[in-house]
């Protein structure tokens, strides 16, 4: 099951730096998945998806990595930006069952 | 250009009081859902529907009932609201299930005191 508390481990960066954000999954058998972003008093929003058969995914300014062996998954977001403060969240699929999400990372981007 | 509408954002109601909340969605997606989000806590599944009149539990469907007579619309009804239903609810919808993004309102803020 996953692991549950009252506060989202937090990630501060300096502006400009590069991002890592991870995620440890819970079903070996899932097979696709999805990184969100969630800004304050906001819905999630995609913003990278990534298939159990491959073990990198680029985007723009993004970059998903899956590891299977050890059921992790990173975010990696280049030159982070102001507005990329938010909280960020995993979320797996096991073969079109319903997604089961993490509990999240808050990012703070310091100027 | 709406994709997912929630209503309301803000509720507060009485232990025991009932309140539906409203969703909508425009992309013509079969697959719709409601989740609860807890401070520091992921996503939690409380119903979902595969397409109009068919709609199935999630993880945490006590408290809650839902409905789907249309495409378009999902709501969630809560009778007999409790302080444990403190929270902040998202509807989603999705094209299909196990691949492509869910597509989410921005959500509905309830307390219950």
């Known amino acids: 099951g996953e692991s549950v508390g009252l506060h989202l481990p937090t990630l501060s960066v300096q502006e400009g730096d590069n991002s890592i954000i991870n995620c440890a999954y819970s079903?070996?058998?899932?097979?696709?998945f999805i990184w969100y972003k969630q800004e304050s008093g906001k819905g999630p929003q995609f913003i990278i998806d990534i298939r159990s058969n491959m073990d990198k995914r680029q985007g723009q300014r993004v970059t998903v990595l899956l590891n299977k062996t050890v059921k992790h998954l990173s975010l990696q977001i280049a030159a982070t930006q102001p507005g990329d403060s938010a909280v960020y969240f995993c979320?797996?699929?096991?073969?079109?069952?319903?997604?089961?999400f993490g509990p999240g990372t808050r990012l703070s981007v310091l100027p | 250009n709406a994709g997912v509408t929630q209503t309301p954002k803000f509720r507060i109601l009485k232990i025991g009081q009932s309140m539906t909340l409203q969703c909508a969605q425009d992309m013509n997606h079969n697959y719709m859902y409601w989740y609860r989000q807890d401070p520091g806590m992921g996503l939690k599944l409380i119903y979902y529907s595969v397409g109009a009149g068919i709609t199935d539990k999630g993880e945490v469907p006590n408290g809650y009932n839902v409905s789907r007579s249309t495409t378009e619309d999902f709501p969630l009804r809560l009778e007999l609201a409790a302080p444990s239903q403190t929270s902040v609810y998202f509807c989603?919808?999705?094209?299909?299930?196990?691949?492509?993004?869910?597509?989410f309102g921005e959500g509905s803020r309830l307390t219950v005191l």
């Open positions: 979320a797996e699929n096991n073969y079109g069952q319903n997604f089961v």
């Open positions: 079903n070996s058998a899932s097979d696709y």
């Open positions: 989603a919808s999705s094209l299909s299930t196990g691949e492509g993004e869910l597509f």
